[in-house]
DNA sequence: CTGAAAGCGCTTACAG
DNA sequence: CTGAAAGCGCTTACAG
C-alpha cells in the first residue's frame, strides 16, 4: 500500500529551526531547548514548539549542530578490502564499539595502495572525524603527525605504523605461524614450505619470521628454495606450489600464510603425494573440506573491539604512551595438517 | 625511525582560515581562494598564504566547507551485517561508486532487526547524507517519507521498500530458485526438500515461489513436510535437515535457500544415502568440497553498483518514475546438485 | 522561563 | 586583484 509524501514537506526544502521558531512565536533558543529535551520551558510554550515541529516536518541538522560542538560524532575506518572476510569482521566490530559510544562509522578500502590509504585518512581528518583507525597498506605514515598532534587520535591495526610512534593492535603473527609450524615438524615433517605475501608487508614478515623460527627449535635447516614470498594471486601462488611439490627434493608439508594464499594454494595442490597442509587464518568452510583444514585462526572481532576501546580510551582523554596491543591466535587442527610425510 | 610531532602543531588547536589570514596579512576570502585553486590571487600573496599554510598546518574544515555549501559528499549504507560476505561484496562495490563521485561512506549493521534499521537510516538522514541505501530489516519504510521528500533519496537494495513507492535493486530470487529446483527435477529427483528463511524476508518468499513454481511446472506435488522456513541458526536447519531426510519418505534432494542455511545445512547432512544439494548463494570454498557445492549464485557486486548509480543518477536530478531493477543469477553446476535420487 | 547576540569554519554574493 | 559582510543551521554564553 504505497502512500504519498506528506504535504507539508516541499521537495528539497527542509526548515530549519529559524522556521520552526517563527511558526511558533517563540525564540530560537526555546526552539533548540526543546529540540534538546532541555528544562526549563513552560509547558504551554513547549507544546506550541512540538506542533511546530511537527507541522513543519523538523528533524534536526546534525552536522550542523556538530560543527557548534567540535565533534563529529563519526569515526572512521581505513581497511585493505571491505569484501574480504578478514576486513569486513574487523569492521563489525569496530561499529559495535563505536555504535556503543554513539559515533557513526565511516569505512574505505585502501586496496593494498599506500596512496590510495593517504587520500582516505587525510579525507576523513578533513571530515574532522573524532578518530581513525587505519589498516597500513603503506610503510610511512609520518603524513599523520600532523592530525595526530591537532588532536585526532589514530589507531593502527593488523599492522604497525611506520615511521611513527603510536597505538597499533596486533595479531600474534609470528607465534601463530610458530605454532603451526611447529604441529608439522611434531607430525614428522622436515622438509617444509612457506608460501607467504609480500615481504614488504608487516604481517607477511612476521609470519616467515614465526616459521623459521619453529625449524631453527627444531634443529632443521631452511632451503630458501622452500620460501616463497609474493602477490597473492592464484597465479603466483600455483606456481609456488608446483615448484615446491615436484622433484626428489620436494617439501612434505606446507604452511600457507594467509586466507588468500591458502584458497590458492588448495586449487593447486597435487593429487598425488599430496602435502599437510596449515593454513594462516580460518576459511568459511574450512571443516568441511576433505581433509579438514587445520588452520592458525585470528581473531578478526577482538582485534577490531580493542582497537576501536583504544581510540575511545584516547578521546576520553588516555594519553598514556603508545602502546602496541597483542591479540593471540588459534590453532585449530583438523586434518590437513595431521597427514604424516609422504614418500620418505 | 619515529619522529616527534612538529612544533606549530600545538595539541588540540587546529589553525582556522582566520589564522592562516591573519599571518598571511590578507582577507579570509584571499585564503579562500587559494585554498580552493581559484584564479585572481596574484602571485605574491598567494605565495604568502602557501607560506602561511605551510607554517601552521592548516588543513581545510571540510564539514564546514559542506554546511555552508548545502551537501556533505557523503552517502550511507544501511545493511544486514557487514561480517557477513553478502553485505560486504554490497559494501565494496557502493563504495567504488561513491568514490568515483567523489563522496565518503557510512555503513551500518541493522543486524536484521526493524528497530535498529530505522534508527540507523535517521542517523544518517540526520547528518544531512546526499543520500541512502537500504538493504531492509523492516517492512514498513513510511518512516523514510519525510527524508525523501526533503530531497534525501533513498534506493532500497536486496529487498523492496515496505508501504512505499521506491526505487530497488534485487537478485532474480524466484528465477533462480526456480533454475535450482529444476536442476535438480531434471537429475531424476521428485521429493525435493526447501529449507529456506523466515517467510516474512521477502528474498525468502520469492525463492521459496521459485521452488514451487518449478516443482509446478514438472507437475511435481509438493508435500508440506518438505518446505521448511525459519531462523537460519545452525541448531535449526539441522533439525529441519534430520527431520526430511529421515524415514521412508525421506527427500532426495534439498534445496537449501541462503548462505547461512546451505552452510548449517552441510554440516547436518546425513552420512549415508546423502541428498543432492543446490543452494542459493555461492561459499568460498564451495569449489573444493567433495562433491563441490551447486549453487546458484547472486551478483552482490553488481546490485551494490546498480543501486549506488540510481542514487547518484537522483542525486543529478533524475526525477523518474521510482524503479524495481532486477539482477540475473548464476547457476553454477559443481556436483552436489548432479547425484542421482539414492534407494528408489 | 525566555531570547538576542555571537560564534563554529567555511563559502556566497557583492562591492571596491 | 582583494576583502568586508552575510549566511549555512545550529549551540554557547549571557542578559533579562
Redesign the pocket.
Known amino acids: 500500500m504505497p502512500s504519498s509524501p506528506v504535504d507539508h514537506a516541499r521537495t528539497g526544502v527542509?526548515p530549519?529551526?529559524?522556521d520552526v521558531a517563527a511558526a511558533a512565536g517563540?525564540?530560537?533558543?526555546?526552539v533548540?531547548r526543546v529540540?534538546?529535551g532541555e528544562?526549563?520551558?513552560?509547558d504551554g510554550?513547549a507544546e506550541r514548539v512540538r506542533e511546530a515541529i511537527e507541522a513543519l516536518g523538523f528533524r534536526?541538522?546534525d552536522s550542523?549542530?556538530l560543527?557548534?560542538?567540535?565533534r563529529t560524532a563519526s569515526v572512521a575506518l581505513v581497511l585493505e578490502d571491505i569484501s574480504d572476510p578478514f576486513s569486513s569482521a574487523l569492521s563489525r566490530a569496530v561499529e559495535q564499539v563505536a555504535a556503543a559510544e554513539g559515533c557513526l562509522l565511516f569505512t574505505g578500502s585502501s586496496g593494498e595502495r599506500a596512496d590510495r590509504e593517504t587520500e582516505l585518512a587525510l579525507a576523513f581528518c578533513a571530515r574532522r572525524v573524532d578518530g581513525l583507525i587505519v589498516v597500513p597498506a603503506g610503510d610511512d605514515h609520518r603524513y599523520l603527525l600532523p592530525e595526530i598532534a591537532s588532536g585526532t587520535p589514530v589507531v593502527f591495526l593488523d599492522r604497525p605504523a611506520g615511521g611513527i610512534d603510536a597505538d597499533a593492535v596486533l595479531s600474534d603473527n609470528a607465534g601463530g605461524a610458530r605454532r603451526g609450524t611447529a604441529h608439522l615438524i611434531a607430525h614428522g615433517h622436515r622438509r617444509i614450505g612457506f608460501i607467504g605475501d609480500l615481504r614488504a608487508i608487516h604481517t607477511a614478515a612476521e609470519r616467515e619470521r614465526g616459521y623459521r623460527a619453529a625449524m631453527a627449535e627444531a634443529g632443521l635447516p631452511v632451503d630458501d628454495r622452500w620460501v616463497d614470498c609474493g602477490p597473492t594471486d592464484r597465479a603466483r601462488v600455483g606456481e609456488a606450489v608446483r615448484r615446491l611439490t615436484a622433484g626428489p627434493d620436494a617439501v612434505t608439508a606446507l604452511f600457507t600464510a594467509n586466507n588468500r594464499v591458502t584458497l590458492a594454494a588448495l586449487h593447486h595442490l597435487p593429487a598425488e603425494r599430496r602435502p599437510a597442509v596449515v593454513g594462516f587464518d580460518d576459511l568459511e568452510l574450512a571443516d568441511l573440506l576433505t581433509p579438514g583444514l587445520t588452520v592458525v585462526a585470528q581473531d578478526p572481532a577482538a582485534l577490531g573491539a580493542l582497537a576501536a576501546r583504544r581510540l575511545f580510551a584516547r578521546l576520553a582523554g588516555d594519553a598514556g604512551a603508545p602502546a602496541r596491543l597483542e591479540v593471540p591466535t588459534l590453532f585449530i587442527p583438523r586434518g590437513s595438517g595431521e597427514t604424516p610425510p609422504n614418500g620418505i
Do not use: D, F, I, Q
Request: no cysteine; aromatic share 0%.
Open positions: 527542509r530549519t529551526m529559524k517563540v525564540g530560537l533558543k526555546t533548540s529540540v534538546n528544562s526549563g520551558v513552560r510554550t534536526r541538522n550542523a549542530r560543527l557548534r560542538t567540535g
